[in-house]
């Protein structure tokens, strides 16, 4: 099928390189024309695993195409999937302005006697199909155009962006019509996934409350870990006794540092937002964003306590993604940690493989703040005391043994239980740990 696309960041560029995968044929809409530039000549301007090859492959066999030219796109495309952004606005609501953009075109650029499927892939909160369709209602009742809307959420996670998009769990899609439904349909003919066809109303608020609930459950697992430290019980192995229960399950149970990305804490807001609106008690959420904003407080609170004081402290922290595997630092933990460390008055230095230059850019009033090291080893000798942030596979393969000869003082607080507590503490290093309190744990580690 001739497919267009408008927007080429994270989902945007997984979604249309996929579907040329997939045979389709996809035109892309990406105002940034240096992005243009670069996709079209198959380097990708983003770092997700797997999906460079697949665009210099698609690139080749002219399946895709990128442009700033909306109406070549629109006019080349039945479907059109909007995979553009939707920020937060200061209230928590979502702006859907280049959603509109992008409609308002594709109501120009429509000719007559022609059909176009709209397709919003966005997170979006929910009605914004049916605002969509009013906007397309009111500006084309005299014209014999047909423009018909339809909701297909993402559930991609950066890093496995590829993965997950060619290995659907499901496939949710909301329509209001048959005729949708088939054409919807016959573009992820080629999947054997459960498919569930529903509302858009229905499709919009599956997206918000599956990653509310992901993010409940981390919040869930990381207010445990506050009483596991209290009681020197271990919150690993409670989460593993917990996720043994198939209603419960093990995965988004790993407590730590908190969540960050350009997804859950924007959708927890707008979902926020959506249940105020219609006055409903959402307050499990504030709850969830609360026990979020909690996490770095707790362990700056802790190291203070520990080193009796940072002022002056030479702290070293590991990480500035949100997670591993992926050059974001949207929404990052690192980034709320280091602003609170530098309150404290603490001499920060920080390092990460892949986002130095996107922390940087994100985050320009820590720029001056903060000394930043691409190598970890260098960046570690001569402080006081390093905190894992990101569980990036590098920080594992450290010699830590040699690492700890060159600290100030030998304190790891390691923020995702990522490293081998047995071999930190067999290496006599003052190893702090989220939900996990080694000087009072009784009996051994399993
Ligand atoms: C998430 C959803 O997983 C995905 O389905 C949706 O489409 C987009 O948002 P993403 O934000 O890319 O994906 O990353 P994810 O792997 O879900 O991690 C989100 C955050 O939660 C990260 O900061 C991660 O470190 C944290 N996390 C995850 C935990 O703290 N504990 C966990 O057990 C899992």
Redesign the pocket.
Known sequence: MRIGVFGAGYVGLVTAVCLAELGHLLQVVEVDERKVEKLNNGTNTIYEPGLDELLESNIGRGNIYFTNDSRSVIEHSEVIFLCVGTPPMPDGSADLSQIETAVQDIIRYTRADEYKLVVVKSTVPVGTSKWVREIIHNETRDRRINIEVASNP??????TAVS?FMNPDRIVMGVVSERARTILGSVYESFECPKIFTTPETSEIIKYA??SF??T??SF?NMVADLCEEVGADVSLVAEGMGYDKRIGR??????I???????PK?LQAFLHVGKSKSLDFGLLEQVISINEQRPVRVVSKLTSHLNGLNGKLITVLGLA??SN?DDVRES?AAKLIKLLVQEGAVVKATDPLSIDNFKRMYPDLVEKVSFFENANEAIGGSHAAIVVT?WKEYKNLDWRRIRERMIRPIVYDT?NFLNAEEMLGCNFEYLAIGKNYTQMTGTLV
């Open positions: 993402e559930f991609l996670r950066e890093g997950d599956a990653n992901l993010a459950k981390i697992i995965e988004f149970l790993r407590a730590g908190g969540f960050g990305g350009s997804c859950f959708d949100f997670k992926t933990p569980d995702r």
